[in-house]
C-alpha cells in the first residue's frame, strides 16, 4: 500500500474534485480507486469515489462508497443524500 502524502493526496483530491465538476466521471474514478486506498479512512474520498461512480453509473459501487463515508462520518450529510437517492430508485 502506498505511504500517505498529505500533499499528493491534496493534489489527487484537487484533481478528482476538477474532473467531477467537468462531468468527467470515468477519469475521476480512476484517479480515485488508488487514492481511497491510500487513506482508507478519510470519508471525503469515499464520498468523491462514490460520486465519480454514480456518473459512470455503477451504482452499486457508488452506494458501497457512500455508505462507507457516513461510517467514517454519520455527519456526512451530502454522502447521505447521495444514499438515499439511490436507494430509492
Same mark, same amino acid.
Given at each position: 500500500? $502506498? !505511504? !500517505?502524502n498529505p /500533499? &499528493?493526496?491534496?493534489?489527487? /483530491?484537487? +484533481?478528482?474534485?476538477f474532473? /467531477?465538476?467537468?462531468?468527467k466521471?470515468?477519469e %475521476?474514478a480512476k484517479?480515485?480507486k488508488? +487514492?481511497?486506498?491510500i487513506?482508507e %479512512?478519510? $470519508?471525503?474520498?469515499h464520498? &468523491?469515489?462514490?460520486l465519480a461512480l454514480e456518473?459512470t453509473n455503477?451504482?452499486?459501487?457508488? =452506494?458501497?462508497?457512500? @455508505?462507507? %463515508?457516513?461510517?467514517?462520518? $454519520?455527519?456526512?450529510?451530502e454522502a =447521505?443524500d447521495?444514499l438515499? @437517492?439511490l436507494v430509492?430508485?
Open positions: 500500500m $502506498p !505511504k !500517505k /500533499i &499528493l493526496l491534496d493534489e489527487l /483530491i484537487e +484533481t478528482a474534485e474532473y /467531477i465538476l467537468n462531468q466521471y470515468s %475521476a484517479v480515485l488508488d +487514492t481511497v486506498e487513506d %479512512a478519510n $470519508p471525503l474520498l464520498y &468523491l469515489y462514490g456518473g455503477d451504482f452499486e459501487n457508488a =452506494k458501497r462508497e457512500f @455508505r462507507r %463515508a457516513l461510517e467514517l462520518d $454519520p455527519e456526512h450529510t =447521505k447521495h438515499d @437517492r430509492g430508485q
